[in-house]
């Protein structure tokens, strides 16, 4: 979709055209669903992240200035959702983090795996045969969301550096090192380089 | 191969567009995030399953619904509900057996009346009456006094009131 495109559906938007809506929801879904189930892990998540959205949408879009990015706009929304969600789930309590301390002890990514386990079995089995997911997997909490941000979001280093409230120079430091950890895994289990 | 912080924001910029004259290790890194932002252009995508854009879409739409509708998508399950429970209510009412007919109430009597209502109320409304009747009088009387013989209508009012006396009694029941 060039410029003047998503120039005409956002305005479509804003004048309250469910056509418009519509037309952001197939362009941008993809790459929204992705983020969301990446970030989550959970289809169940990824579903209820991407409904929550389109409200949001609908809610924020006149607020939104057409003089940005509707990308970094989006996808820092987006990003909030996410923040907000990981947050309830590590919130919540669990049968398994009352018995041990190492288990308090976990990583984030492992909590939430361990949580969407235990929600959607099945499809989070399917989800972890997708071997980019396994190399996510081995990053932290920030780190994947850095990547994901930056790849789905279009989000620049200044972006990410203002999202995660960490200096510019953190901000790609983190990201380069993701990506090198992305590449060295992705060399190591399946020859890819 | 790391940079320093100082380094890192440089690239940082250069890499967010911004005109800035890097070193030949800046450069490295410069190209080695430029090459993986290419590599994974639209691997993490994942394309929403039928359900879950189905699900968008519809909240998406009810967001966008004017009140009325809003209403209306409200108040169509409470009138199906509604609608339900007053079917139930008549298919009972035509299925169930029938009830055996009991003895129809008495009808109205003045017997009936008099001995239901209790003698105090009773009391009141012949007072009523006779207040009545009296206000009734006095206007006669006023009206005798200016235009005829003021002992013949005495006489006739006194007639009158005897008769409105013995009137009421004649009409009294017998089972007080």
């Known amino acids: ?193 | 191969m790391e940079l320093s912080d100082k380094k890192y924001r440089r690239v940082a910029r250069w890499l967010d567009g911004e005109p800035v004259e890097l070193t030949d290790s800046e450069r490295s890194i410069a190209e080695e995030i430029s090459r993986a932002d290419l590599d994974l252009t639209g691997a993490f995508e994942v394309p929403p399953p039928d359900r879950a854009r189905e699900r968008a879409s519809r909240h998406l739409r009810a967001a966008l619904a004017p009140v009325p509708a809003r209403f209306i998508r409200f108040a169509r399950p409470v009138a199906g509900v509604a609608a339900a429970v007053l079917l139930a209510l008549a298919a009972g009412y035509l299925l169930l057996p029938p009830r055996p007919v009991s003895q129809p109430a008495p009808t109205f009597t003045d017997t009936r009346y008099v001995t239901d209502v209790p003698p105090h109320d009773d009391a009141n409304l012949d007072l009523d009456l006779i207040s009545f009747e009296l206000d009734g009088l006095t206007a006669d009387i006023v009206q005798a006094e200016t235009t005829g013989t003021f002992e013949a209508e005495i006489d006739s009012l006194q007639r009158r009131l005897d008769g409105f006396w013995l009137e009421e009694v004649e009409h009294w029941p017998d089972e007080i």
């Not at chain 1, 949580?115 to 972890?128: N, Q």
């Open chain 1, 1 to 193: 979709m060039d410029q003047q495109q998503l120039r005409e559906i956002i305005a479509s938007a804003k004048s309250g055209d469910a056509e418009g809506y519509e037309a952001l929801l197939e362009a941008y879904g993809p790459r929204l669903y992705g983020y969301f189930l990446r970030a989550t892990r959970s289809h169940h998540d990824a579903e209820d992240l991407l409904s929550e959205l389109m409200l949001r949408l609908v809610r924020r879009m006149k607020s939104y200035d057409e003089r940005g990015r509707f990308d970094q706009w989006l996808f820092r929304i987006a990003a909030n959702m996410v923040r907000d969600r990981i947050r309830r789930i590590k919130a919540r309590p669990s049968v398994a983090s009352l018995t041990s301390q190492a288990d308090q002890e976990r990583s984030l990514s492992e909590k939430l795996a361990g949580s969407a386990e235990r929600v959607e079995a099945g499809l989070v089995a399917a989800e972890t045969s997708d071997r980019l997911q396994q190399a996510l997997d081995r990053l932290d909490e920030t780190t994947r969301q850095m990547v994901l941000l930056r790849h789905l979001g279009q989000m620049s280093f200044k972006d990410l550096a203002k999202t995660f409230q960490c200096p510019l120079g953190t901000a790609l430091a983190k990201v380069h090192r993701g990506l090198r950890t992305l590449r060295e895994y992705m060399g190591e289990h399946y020859g890819i380089e």
